[in-house]
């Protein structure tokens, strides 16, 4: 390590997150590899480590001889001043040189919030911000992840978007740009040949319109070789994917300090709000012998004590107990547990509570969304009251004494009874803990609630946000019904939501914004402690943009949308029947039941949804 | 059930460790080895591991040292060459034996540690100069030191029974101190505190930060000192 670098290490808060040299990370010959990437996302080392998609990348990349990924993730503002006093630009952990120095440059986008990280990344590497102030001689800077699924509000400043699932799509790029470093192409001909590849999206080769009165109109290719639509790419067979198993382990404790099992990609369930839900359908579960045969590799290979078996929706994994119990029979004795994140109340039994309680006990997070049957059925979700408390009352049976419960205030329809709906749930909930005989003061119920974002390419994506004052009204609300001992209430900051809303459902003029945000000290957003409403507001009057317009706005179903070029392969009428059904109240049965509810995905990528046996 | 002890150095990359996460580095480092563990009992059964004296992040220790509880006996030569290739980059292991059950744990035994502390100064002394600095500074009858308390309030603490040795020579523009302070659960002194108040007192400054190791740790044997085994 160089001595300026240790010396600023000594300066900082939590230096191990800037040494890199972690168990199972890779550091190539420099001069012997000819394409160098580095992933970069755009938060903090605990927050970044604990993200599947840099371990699956990183794993594909390296496992090339011809090709090396590193990391970086965003310094905390003190390293931050530490390097900019020092003239120290940022650096990638693993040879420790600065990143401008790389071929590509591989951002995450997986909240709008990182945005501004991704401008104070930038600068701090000494890249210019634009793509169009970049020349030959700078990397390419390349994003993917959900956030690309609407790209125009960070368009100006990324050289291309991957759309849709890395997996292939990050081999045909690479093979692309060897190819073009030995035909020396310039940055623009490679891009453009870069378009050749489905999933691709150059957004410097589109125009936007937009009308007298500032509407948008439209995006459409400003080059004759550049298709209309892009479309996301799917892996096909989950359990022929690259899938890590000398995962990089944290050398400071991560958010999520466990090994990660994807054990299905694709959720069938169609609540109507979720962004997930229809970016990564369909559904593609993983065979049990393949997550056992992961589960023991990783165990050996990190170290870790805790498996989580991630998904969008983990107990809907068609052998989840099985896996859960031969998982926990084969490794309990080395100390290791199996976690799940946040669970379906309907399909949480007894069973998968003893088991996945058999070496210690985790947290217990259920899902309901909201608060009564009939706002339930007007975002799909399915699960009814009597299934939560089946849940909670197994739960409280089995041992647990905490069990937190997610909800969501602002969304379509919503009255102040439904809102009232949530503070009854969790009271409910308190009471049976009670009479489950959990001790007083050991019984908590932890109620989190966010404010409902209408997120593109979802159902409710032609909705408007919430007024901010009426979110807080409920939120308000909220805590005066919830002051019963034992109900722990937390919210977001409205405010925060409502700058979410804005860049979520944007056009390409928020690039704008995103810079004057960035010169007033933006940073760091998806932080309570440096999100600061005052300098993003600042930031809208000085770029000459109403925020309120974006976030409030209701689009009709003939209106052209911001992200109506990228193609998540669900058809628009089936959204737009969707919505429909959702004003009427109509639920839409889970697409598992076999009546397909025909959202055009499956014919369009000539797939189907795949469900693992169970022969264990 | 079987009980061992390591000497191992932190260094590199693994001075920026904490403690926490090197509790959390060996369990995995273990784990990787296919050592079997002995573990607490409770709701969150973890690995028995223990240290002798935390180390501060950003201080080298060159021979540090930790016990490790086994279910089953194993050589510790074994144990050795099983966990030596499953330590992250800057964590060396250098020596495992066994040690009885009934052996008083680290934490009890340990008492003092000897570090090094280096740094450019900005104006560099004569070593007679500096000679008669550290004499001078070890003469006060006391040697105030600030500390925090757990609430945040700050007070005064003497450190001066806690010094045993301090020597400081200089190479070029190099300082390098040497310091045996007391280590443990009480009277603990910290080698920076040690810094700062010397260096308060002879008015030498340094260009940029000190590196520190700690280079032995021991404990208050029969005679004089004796390592931790």
């Known amino acids: 390590m160089n001595p300026q670098l240790e010396h600023i290490l000594s300066q900082v808060k939590k230096p191990a997150r800037y040494t890199g040299g972690e168990w199972n990370s890779i550091r190539k010959d420099w001069d012997r590899t000819e394409i160098k990437t580095v992933f970069a996302f755009p938060d903090v080392y605990e927050v970044g480590m604990s993200h599947l998609g840099l371990h699956i990348l990183y794993d594909i990349v390296n496992s090339r001889r011809d090709a090396t990924m590193e990391r970086v993730f965003a310094p905390w503002p003190d390293m931050a001043g530490q390097m900019r006093d020092n003239n120290l630009p940022l650096f990638a952990l693993e040879s420790q040189r600065p990143i401008k120095h790389f071929d590509i440059v591989a951002f995450t986008l997986q909240y709008e919030m990182s945005f501004s990280n991704i401008l104070y990344m930038l600068d701090l590497a000494g890249i210019p911000l634009l793509s169009s102030q970049r020349n030959e001689g700078d990397p390419l800077v390349i994003a993917g992840g959900p956030c690309a699924f609407n790209p125009e509000p960070i368009a100006d400043f990324i050289d291309l978007f991957v759309i849709g699932e890395g997996e292939d799509v990050i081999n045909e790029l690479l093979d692309l740009l060897l190819a073009g470093k030995q035909k020396k192409l310039k940055k623009n001909e490679l891009l453009l040949k870069a378009v050749e590849i489905p999933g691709i999206y150059v957004p410097s080769f589109y125009e936007v319109s937009y009308g007298a009165d500032g509407a948008f109109l439209g995006i459409r290719p400003a080059h004759p070789d550049v298709p209309e639509r892009v479309t996301k790419r799917v892996v096909k067979d989950l359990d022929a994917a690259p899938f890590p198993l000398k995962p990089v382990v944290p050398i400071t404790a991560a958010v999520h300090d466990r090994m990660m099992i994807e054990v299905f990609r694709g959720c069938t369930r169609g609540c109507r709000f979720c962004q997930a839900g229809i970016i990564y359908r369909p559904v593609r579960e993983k065979k049990p012998e393949t997550v056992l045969r992961q589960a023991a590799e990783l165990v050996n290979n990190t170290g870790f004590d805790e498996v989580s078996l991630s998904s969008l929706s983990t107990s809907d994994y068609t052998p989840v107990l099985d896996v859960i119990k031969a998982i926990t029979n084969e490794h309990a004795g080395r100390g290791v547990n199996v976690s799940l994140p946040s669970l379906r109340a309907d399909q949480f039994s007894m069973e998968l509570a003893r088991e996945v309680q058999r070496v210690r006990r985790s947290s217990l997070t259920f899902a309901p969304e909201a608060g009564t049957q009939r706002l339930r059925d007007v975002i799909n979700k399915g699960v009814t009251e009597d299934d939560l408390m089946g849940a909670a009352g197994a739960a409280f049976k089995e041992g647990w004494q905490a069990i937190k419960l997610y909800f969501m205030i602002g969304l379509p329809t919503e009255t102040d009874d439904d809102v009232a709906g949530i503070a009854r749930l969790a009271g409910e909930v308190l009471a049976l803990g009670r009479k489950s005989g959990v001790p007083r003061k050991r019984l908590k119920v932890t109620v989190s609630v966010s404010s409902f974002i209408p997120k593109p390419h979802t159902v409710f994506q032609w909705e408007p946000q919430e007024l901010l004052g009426s979110l807080r009204s409920k939120q308000d609300a909220l805590s005066s019904q919830t002051r019963e001992r034992g109900l722990v209430l937390n919210y977001h900051d409205a405010n925060l939501s409502f700058i979410e809303a804005v860049f979520a459902r944007g056009d390409r003029r928020l690039g704008n914004v995103l810079i004057k945000a960035f010169e007033l000290g933006c940073r760091f957003d998806g932080w309570s402690e440096y999100f600061n409403i005052k300098l993003w507001l600042e930031a809208f009057r000085l770029a000459g943009i109403d925020p309120e317009a974006y976030a409030y706005r209701r689009f009709s179903y003939d209106d052209p949308l911001p992200w109506s070029h990228i193609d998540t392969g669900v058809s628009r009428q089936y959204l737009v029947l969707e919505h429909k059904r959702a004003m009427a109240g109509a639920v839409t049965p889970d697409c598992r039941s076999g009546n397909c509810p025909g959202c055009g995905l499956c014919p369009a990528f000539e797939i189907e949804p795949f469900y693992a046996g169970s022969d264990l | ?229």
């Open chain 2, 1 to 229: 059930m079987p009980r061992y002890r390591m000497m191992y150095a932190k260094e590199g990359p693994a001075k920026y460790i904490s403690h926490l996460d090197l509790i959390r580095a060996f369990e995995r480092a273990a784990r990787r080895a296919g050592l079997p563990f002995a573990f607490t009992q409770g709701f969150n059964p973890h690995p028995k591991l223990s240290f002798a004296a935390p180390l501060a992040v950003g201080t080298a220790g060159e021979a540090e040292f930790a016990d490790i509880e086994l279910s089953t006996n194993i050589a510790a030569g074994v144990v050795a060459k099983s966990l030596s290739s499953a330590m992250p980059e800057g964590l060396r292991l250098i020596e495992v034996r066994p040690v009885a059950q009934s052996a008083p744990a680290l934490m009890a035994m340990v008492d003092r540690a000897v570090y090094t502390a280096r740094a450019v100064l900005a104006d560099p002394p004569q070593n007679e100069t500096l000679r008669g600095a550290i004499d001078s500074f070890l003469a006060r009858p006391q040697i105030l030191v600030e500390r925090r308390s757990k609430t945040g309030e700050k007070r005064k603490c003497d450190i001066k029974t806690g010094i045993f040795m301090l020597s400081a020579s200089m190479n070029n523009d190099i300082i390098e101190l040497v310091a045996e302070l007391k280590t443990g659960s009480s009277g603990n002194v910290k080698c920076e505190e040690l810094i700062t108040a010397f260096m308060e007192e002879s008015g030498l400054r340094a260009r940029e930060g000190f590196a520190l190791s700690r280079r032995a740790l021991f404990s208050a044997g029969r005679s004089a000192r004796e390592m931790l085994w």
